[in-house]
């Protein structure tokens, strides 16, 4: 597990919000495990809440990969399946 997966998982396994600063949540799947968010939350957001660089991992979405380019125009929404995958390297 590198440093990513690691920081992913301990945000993650966090318990649901149930309501995001006086606001609905939804509820998605992230890498397998159910996660409330703020109504209107986009990739870009939740990558940046998971402390994760966007250049370094890969996003499906309901069995669709996002485009790098559009992660901060892709809203989240109540049910969706989420896979973050990490880049590892080597030889």
Known sequence: MNDIDEKRDAVITKE???NYRGKSS???SI???DRALP????ISALLSELNIDP???AVEINKKIALREEFNNI???HGDRIEIVSFV???
């Open 75 to 77: 809203s989240l929404n």
């Open 39 to 42: 109504q209107s939350y986009t």
């Open 89 to 91: 390297g080597g030889g």
């Open 26 to 28: 939804i509820t998605v």
């Open 16 to 18: 649901p919000i149930q």
């Open 31 to 33: 890498n397998g495990k």
């Open 55 to 57: 250049l370094k991992v």
